[in-house]
């Protein structure tokens, strides 16, 4: 069974910089997507960022381009993002998710596993 476990999240001012990791084991990674979504409180989940396991290929949603970097660890099975320049718009709880498939998705229904969410805020 996948599971994902995400960590790093914290408060920060406006500004500054966070690295969330997602630490992925139960399964065998080269053939997923692995996507960071972030929920704004009374918001519907939003697509931030991804990265095909295989390859390393990234893809960002525009609110974050520039700012954002998606990555992954092979030897640790684990995918970063490190979110540099943050703005009170970027606070939420931040998920990682995991689709078996070489397709880049943005909706979340097209993520089968999930981990626990990490709360980010930003002060002004």
């Known amino acids: 069974q996948v599971q994902l476990v995400e960590s790093g999240g914290g408060l920060v001012q406006a500004g500054g910089s966070l690295r969330l990791s997602c630490a992925a084991s139960g399964g065998t990674f080269s053939n997923y997507v692995m996507t960071w979504f972030r929920q704004a409180p009374g918001k519907e989940r939003d697509f931030v960022a991804a990265?095909?396991?295989?390859?390393?290929?990234?893809y960002y949603a525009d609110s974050v381009k520039g700012r954002f970097t998606i990555s992954r660890d092979n030897a640790k099975n684990t995918v970063y993002l490190q979110m540099n320049s943050l703005k009170p718009e970027d606070t939420g709880v931040y998920y990682c998710?995991?689709?078996?498939?070489?397709?880049?998705?943005?909706?979340?229904?097209?993520?089968?596993?999930w981990g626990q969410g990490t709360q980010v805020t930003v002060s002004s």
């Open positions: 998710a995991a689709r078996l498939s070489l397709t880049i998705a943005t909706m979340p229904h097209e993520y089968a596993y």
């Open positions: 990265i095909r396991w295989r390859g390393g290929s990234t």
